[in-house]
């Protein structure tokens, strides 16, 4: 069973920035696609991004140029940096497989942008 542990949300002001970590218990990490998704209050959860084995990502449109996820292989870790945040970036951030090899949800982590 996969595990997923995120961490890094918090209060940010509006055009701040927040960077978002979650380490992943799998024994073949290095070969999967990883995704990131939020969940914001009221509203069903959705994809955010996702980058492959191979480094290749794709965004949402709500987050294209302003987010950038990325992996490390050798910690397990997926990372999602982002920048000029929005009152509407507020969310639950979770980290999982990609779309179609979704597993149990972690925690989250609870991003807030405010002023």
């Known amino acids: 069973q996969v595990r997923f542990v995120e961490s890094g949300g918090g209060l940010v002001q509006p055009g701040g920035s927040l960077s978002l970590s979650c380490v992943v218990s799998?024994?073949?990490?290095?070969?999967?696609?990883m995704g990131w998704y939020r969940q914001a209050p009221g509203k069903e959860r959705e994809w955010v991004a996702d980058?492959?084995?191979?480094?290749?990502?794709h965004y949402s449109d709500s987050v294209k140029g302003r987010f950038t996820i990325s992996r490390h292989n050798a910690g397990k870790t997926v990372s999602l940096q982002m920048n000029d945040l929005k009152a509407e970036d507020t969310a639950v951030y979770y980290c999982?497989?990609?779309?179609?090899?979704?597993?149990?949800w972690g925690q989250g982590t609870v991003v807030t942008v405010s002023s």
């Open positions: 980058v492959t084995r191979l480094g290749n990502t």
């Open positions: 799998h024994k073949w990490f290095n070969a999967l696609t």
């Open positions: 999982n497989l990609d779309r179609d090899h979704l597993n149990a």
